[in-house]
């Protein structure tokens, strides 16, 4: 999960500013959390609290989305998200919005079978985002994740994600051209080619951001996958959390202590990509 806080954050200062390269500062004084990482939160307190008092989870989304995101008014909400964040009565309002994607790592991670990722994924996501295509945005991260980090290869995930989307196209292919797209079906076949064809995990960042577009949620998909799958270097790790404030570094902190994630190996030799037009 801190590598969608991660993504979010190194996105943040493109999001309304995009590059077209890889070669770009990381995290700097400019960079922020934004309302990725205060839903990515807010779904894992959720699911922290259902799992501690067998609540009923889609209530328990809605109150932790509403008690955690209320704090923050001013960290990017789409509209119609704003709307149901400060309604008394907040219903699903066929949403196919990318947020259905963006927060959804948590799980990926919590779910101890494929049945059970898919199950919670769907809890989590209806009580907005109760769009097929809502669905099969947050179902296809969550599932991705899920399979990292059970130690599956890059293919073996590919092989799944293609079940979802067609991911026919390489990164080089789009970068020139790809736009500002807040839909699953714009923004996540794209995030996961960023992980495909990343090298480790600051690849996969620097992959997402390259292409442009809605940058912070594209960073925040791509990179809960590739945290999954390669772990975070603590450095990165350490920095980002610095941007976080107390309220929602306790809630990741929490989280961590119940699900560690997974080592960063800094020896490892980097892994070649893999491009979805060779496979």
Request: charged share 25%.
């Amino acid at each position: 999960m801190i590598g969608a806080i991660i993504g979010d954050i190194v996105g943040s200062r493109y999001e309304f500013n995009n590059i077209k390269t890889k070669e770009f500062p990381l995290l700097s004084k400019n960079s922020f959390f934004t309302d990725d990482t205060v839903m990515t939160l807010a779904v894992a307190k959720a699911l922290m609290k259902h799992k501690e008092k067998n609540a009923n989870l889609s209530y328990t989304v809605i109150q932790q989305m509403h008690a955690i995101g209320r704090k923050y008014p001013d960290c990017g909400y789409g509209n119609s998200f704003r709307m149901w964040i400060f309604s008394k009565n907040p219903l699903p309002y066929k949403s196919f919005g990318n947020g259905a994607a963006m927060r959804i790592s948590a799980c990926g991670i919590v779910g101890k079978t494929l049945e059970e990722v898919k199950a919670l994924t769907k809890e989590v996501t209806e009580v907005s985002h109760n769009h097929p295509e809502g669905f099969k945005g947050a179902e296809s991260v969550a599932v991705a994740i899920f399979l990292a980090r059970q130690g599956k290869s890059k293919q073996e995930i590919f092989v799944e994600m293609n079940k979802y989307y067609k991911l026919n196209f390489t990164l080089d292919e789009i970068r020139e051209n790809y736009r500002f797209d807040v839909t699953c079906q714009g923004t996540v076949p794209q995030a996961l080619v960023a992980f495909f064809e990343s090298t480790d995990f600051e690849d996969a960042i620097r992959n997402a951001i390259s292409i442009g577009g809605d940058s912070d949620t594209i960073g925040a998909i791509t990179c809960s996958i590739a945290g999954a799958y390669y772990g975070v270097p603590a450095n990165i790790k350490t920095r980002a959390k610095s941007y976080l404030d107390n309220t929602l570094k306790k809630i990741l902190e929490d989280f961590e202590a119940l699900y560690p994630s997974k080592q960063y190996d800094r020896n490892k030799p980097k892994e070649k990509p893999l491009y979805a037009n060779k496979q």
